[in-house]
């Protein structure tokens, strides 16, 4: 696997299903105090970059019937991409006008201008877009004090899971949301991250693109016109084998560590909280945090229904106990209440790890697959591995490198909720 070189990625959301988003929002307990004053002066409107606004930064100099005849060539939808183009803007149009209706003074951006000076102005950055907008600005926001509120501009077609609540609350509704917002009708959420530490014999830690993720995701693509460099990792004690770094990214969704290529098997030792370091070879190894885990978490863990029907047979097989498998309500209503315990909390200060496609023999044990942990150490065994966030930041991760992650209460973003 290739991989380019660049001071600054972009991360990518996987975007989990709409009742996963609502079963998350519902079970939410822990949050800053609610019903505080939200009166902001100054707002950043983040706009994604459409499919539409990406074909033609690729192609600058077609003209519009060229530009519509090379898409069509490939199968794709000149006049939907077009068409969500322009609603796009609508959305982002009402936006900017409803701040300014309401008072707020507001700058409309897309990312390559969203630098530290437009943070420092704003007192509230929304994002329009859908969940990988809301990424791009989460990932520029260290600390509290800076609340980051998704809006999604096509419902029907993104879930937003990060966003407000679409059927009520989407960008082309934003007249009721504001109205709720400066009412002060929504809870403050902290949406916890994950703090990455490297330490050991690790090679210089440069984030590299994912050319998969490049292919597949226009939105995060041209990476060259960001205004600001990543900042340096600082070293904040040494050992005997070099720097100990803490990496100026911190995970919203996930950190996946192992080879980079599927096919190949991770090797690795991993540390739960206190328990004894274990040696491991899998497919890897997620770990997330509450806002992840109805991402990738939750498609690695669902079960399908066939599972649960075979597994509720084979233990009527081998008990007195006998579960009507016929009764295919009962294995769908087992199937959807396992599925959503895979979900937690946004705000919990704990991580979810799942060791994926285990190697299990005489000389490999792995006694839990998937868990919950405070603290996660790994050390790499691998030579041509890599440590991903939120899966558009990829840092190498060879052999005698050492991963440490921790959930820190000041690294959440600050964001909303509504009942």
């Known amino acids: 696997m290739h991989h380019r070189l660049f001071h600054r990625l972009i991360p990518i959301h996987r975007n989990p299903s709409a009742y996963l988003a609502a079963a998350s929002s519902s079970n939410s307990t822990s949050t800053l105090p609610n019903r505080t004053p939200f009166k902001p002066k100054t707002a950043v409107v983040l706009s994604k970059v459409t499919r539409y606004e990406f074909e033609k930064r690729i192609f600058p100099d077609y003209t519009e019937q060229q530009l519509k005849d090379h898409l069509e060539s490939k199968r794709s939808d000149y006049d939907g991409l077009l068409e969500r183009h322009n609603r796009h803007y609508s959305c982002v149009d009402l936006v900017e006008r409803e701040l300014r209706n309401n008072g707020i003074e507001a700058k409309v951006v897309q990312r390559f201008d969203l630098d530290n000076d437009l943070i420092g102005w704003a007192d509230v950055i929304f994002t329009a877009g859908g969940d990988g907008t809301f990424l791009l600005a989460a990932d520029k926001v260290r600390g509290q004090d800076k609340p980051v509120i998704g809006l999604n501009t096509d419902p ?8 407000l609540p679409k059927d009520k609350y989407s960008a082309g509704q934003f007249d009721v949301a504001i109205k709720r917002l400066l009412d002060g009708d929504f809870r403050w959420l902290k949406r916890q991250r994950i703090r990455i530490t ?11 693109e994912l050319k998969e993720e490049q292919l597949l995701y226009h939105e995060h693509r041209f990476l060259e016109h960001m205004n600001e460099k990543l900042e340096c990792s ?7 084998n070099g720097n100990i770094e803490v990496l100026p990214i911190v995970a919203l969704n996930e950190v996946f560590i192992g080879e980079a290529h599927s096919s190949r098997v991770s090797y690795y030792e991993m540390k739960v909280d206190d328990k004894p370091h274990m040696k491991e070879k899998s497919s890897g190894v997620t770990i997330c945090t509450g806002t992840g885990s109805t991402s990738w978490h939750f498609h690695i863990n669902q079960l399908s229904t066939d599972a649960v029907e075979n597994i509720l047979s084979i233990s009527n097989s081998l008990s007195s106990c006998k579960v009507p498998v016929e009764d295919t309500a009962l294995i769908r209503e087992v199937t959807k209440k396992f599925n959503e315990s895979l979900v937690f909390d946004p705000s919990e200060p704990r991580m979810a790890y799942t ?15 998937k868990g919950f942990a405070k603290r996660i150490q790994i050390r790499s065994r691998m030579w041509d591995a890599h ?9 190498k991760f060879n052999d005698g490198a050492i991963a440490t992650l921790e959930i820190h209460d000041e690294d959440a973003l600050k964001s909303v909720e509504f009942d």
Not at 234 to 240: R, V
């Open 156 to 163: 029907r077609r993104s879930a937003g899971c990060l966003c």
């Open 198 to 208: 490297i330490s050991g014999h690790s090679e210089k830690l440069f984030p590299t």
């Open 234 to 240: 600082k070293p904040i004690d040494s050992d005997e």
């Open 355 to 369: 060791i994926r496609d285990p190697i299990r023999n005489d000389v490999f044990s792995v006694p839990c697959v």
């Open 387 to 395: 440590l991903v966030i939120d899966g558009g930041f990829s840092y």
